[in-house]
């Protein structure tokens, strides 16, 4: 019973409370009407064509934002093709350049190794040079030698044609007449000789083979007992016969006496006659 008088009460709350609410639509009618009314009085009635003008405004300004989007449209598109166009531009420059690089690393590489390969021809060359160089000298050398050896023999065969006979380095004349030993040391000189100088046991057995008695380039006249060779050496290695020498101060010119066996000198005084050996020197 109780909740029958409930509902009672929220039906008749509800019926209520919707009368209220269509009071206040009903309201807010009538106040529009209202200001209407105010607004036709302060304004007065709307012109003919009003409506039409607001429209023309209204496609007017669709028109000039539709222009303005298709601007800004167009100016993209261009934005994108000059920075794609740029772009591309840039990157063929940058293969070109790469292109180039290379080129110019591979041409200088080129130029390495043909430098290299100069470089080495160059050494080669070089060596070659220095090896003419050396050859060449020693051409040079040999043919100076030759020369001399040439101007050895001529001089030999000039002396051999007018009784010189060679031995070793030296020519040798004996003479066929007889003399004092200062007279044939002086027939040597007007030669372009002097007497007889030995200083090797080849030399000695040389003049042995003329087996003859000949005053030979020794003398102890400037110090008695100190024997030496007209070329002012002192006398080393003798060939003195047994004995010899033994003349003293009487005795100061040595001679080839004994021509039969190796040891030969004898001193004798220098005015004795006697055949005598010039000596001449070919090379130096
Ligand atoms: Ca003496
Ligand atoms: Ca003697």
């Known amino acids: 019973m109780d909740e029958v008088y409930v509902n009672t009460e929220e039906v008749l709350g509800c019926r209520r409370k919707s009368k209220r609410e269509h009071q206040t639509v009903e309201d807010i009618y009538m106040n529009h009407e209202v200001i209407q009314t105010v607004q036709r009085k302060t304004t007065g009635p709307a012109p003919p064509g009003s409506e039409d003008v607001k429209k023309s405004y209204w496609r007017a300004a669709v028109i000039l934002l ?71 000298d020693q051409l040079q050398k040999r043919l100076e030698d030759l020369t001399t050896n040439r101007d050895d023999l001529q001089r030999k065969l000039q002396y051999c044609q007018e009784n010189w006979v060679a031995f070793s380095d030296s020519l040798y004349h004996v003479s066929s007449k007889q003399k004092s030993w200062e007279e044939s040391r002086r027939d040597c000189l007007k030669k372009g000789s002097d007497l007889m100088i030995i200083n090797s046991r080849e030399e000695q057995n040389f003049v042995n083979q003329f087996k003859k008695h000949l005053w030979i380039g020794l003398t102890d006249s400037e110090t008695e007992g100190t024997w030496k060779w007209l070329n002012g050496t002192q006398m080393t290695t003798s060939y003195w016969n047994s004995g010899e020498p033994n003349g003293g101060r009487k005795e100061n010119c040595g001679h080839v006496n004994t021509y039969d066996s190796l040891n030969s000198w004898n001193d004798a005084p220098c005015s004795v006659l006697h055949f005598w050996i010039c000596e001449k020197r070919v090379s130096p």
């Not at 601007?71 to 063929?92: A, D, N, P, R, Y």
């Open 66 to 136: 539709g222009l303005l989007c298709l601007f800004l449209l167009i100016g993209l598109i261009t934005v994108v093709f000059l920075f794609t166009q740029g772009k591309s531009q840039w990157e063929m420059e940058t293969e070109i350049i790469h292109e180039l690089y290379d080129n110019v690393t591979s041409e200088r590489n080129q130029l390495q190794t043909s430098y290299n390969i100069l470089k080495t021809k160059q050494d080669q060359l070089q060596t070659s040079y220095n090896n003419l160089v050396k050859e060449r």
